[in-house]
């Protein structure tokens, strides 16, 4: 696997991970401070994936 795919990869489990862990802390009512960057981690991952995607 080239390094490109590997890092897409990657960053499409960190948004999976991320997604899924919001929705337990939401459930579980987590401090939504850390909801938020966790949050925005995941968005900053999905950017990642779609500037990637599109060279």
Do not use: C, N, P, Y
Not at 5 to 25: E, N, P
Not at 28 to 43: I, K, L, R, S
């Amino acid at each position: 696997m080239d390094q490109e795919k590997l890092l897409m990869f990657r960053l499409a489990l960190l948004s999976d991970g991320a997604a899924s862990w919001v929705k337990r802390a939401r459930e579980q009512d987590f401090d939504d401070e850390a909801v938020e960057h966790v949050e925005e981690a995941q968005e900053h991952a999905r950017e990642a994936m779609e500037i990637l995607d599109a060279e």
